[in-house]
């Protein structure tokens, strides 16, 4: 059976363990029932996520032009502490920028290669600690707009750190860590605007992943490059899908391509 599309990230379920969907215009996939099979990759064409056209990826599924022109590639994306709609300024589609910006979003600590600060939207929770394969993770404030979120998450990055090492989070290389103790220490750093904002009646939330084997020195598969893989699926976490021969495929790293899926 061969399916077709064009990749965005996985949809995802919280459940024990975490449930996985890949979604095209036509299907969807459930992989976590394509566990212990063997599946061929293909790489067929670009489809860019924006205009659609058969154009080379640059950024987060679109071609160079749509990345610097669409209002879903702003650089207050990646980087919420330059959202501006709650002062009514455009970045370069305001209407989008205040339905995006001006809900709330959560301030949170991740836990998957090691503890990490992040922001998400609140309606993104649970969603974003899967993508990012974390094990356990905890609000710390929730605030009314994304600027507010991106300036907290500013300060807490002098005591905790921004990033997750993906190598050690496929490995399962982690530690289990007291979140609620982190989220006590870091109260103080939170700033000024944010502090009313603080949460501190809550507890962590645990999440398991469906693998049936980690990698011990993961391989990052080039769909582009390679053009066809095949192997047998033995895990998923975060975006990846994990091979058993210790090849994995970033999902969320290849939107825009457009593949053949063959379950062999």
């Known amino acids: ?21 890949l979604v095209f215009k036509n299907d969807f996939l459930n992989m976590n029932q394509l566990l212990n099979k063997s599946i061929t990759i293909q790489f067929v064409k670009y489809q860019c996520l924006n205009c659609g056209l058969d ?20 650089d207050w994306i990646m980087r919420p502490e330059l959202s501006t709609a709650h002062l009514g300024k455009e970045d370069r589609d305001l209407e989008y920028e205040k339905k995006a910006q001006l809900q709330p979003h959560i301030v949170y600590l991740a836990n ?15 969603t974003r600690w899967i993508d990012q394969g974390a094990h356990e993770a905890i609000e710390i404030v929730e605030v009314p707009n994304r600027y507010l979120a991106g300036i907290t998450e500013v300060a807490l990055k002098n005591y905790v750190s921004d990033k997750t090492n993906w190598r050690s989070m496929l490995k ?10 982190w989220r006590d ?25 469906p693998v049936n084997k980690y990698p011990e020195k993961p391989k ?17 976490k975060g975006q990846y899908l994990i091979f058993e021969d210790q090849t994995v495929f970033n999902i969320r790293a290849n939107e825009g391509l457009v593949v053949n899926i063959t379950i062999n």
């Open 1 to 21: 059976m061969t399916y077709q599309g064009v990749l965005t990230k996985m949809e995802t379920e919280f459940s024990y363990p975490i449930q996985y969907y």
């Open 55 to 74: 154009k080379p990826i640059y950024r987060q599924g679109f071609d160079k032009q749509c990345f610097y022109d669409t209002a879903r590639a702003g």
């Open 112 to 126: 998957s290669s090691n503890v990490k600060v992040g922001v998400t939207r609140k309606s993104q929770v649970p």
């Open 172 to 181: 399962n290389d982690i530690k289990d860590e007291n979140l609620v103790e």
């Open 185 to 209: 220490r870091l109260r103080q750093y939170i700033p000024e605007e944010a502090k009313d904002y603080f949460i501190e009646s809550n507890t962590e939330t645990n999440l398991e992943f």
């Open 220 to 236: 990052s598969l080039n769909i582009i490059k390679e053009h066809k893989y095949s192997g047998k699926l033995v895990g998923i």
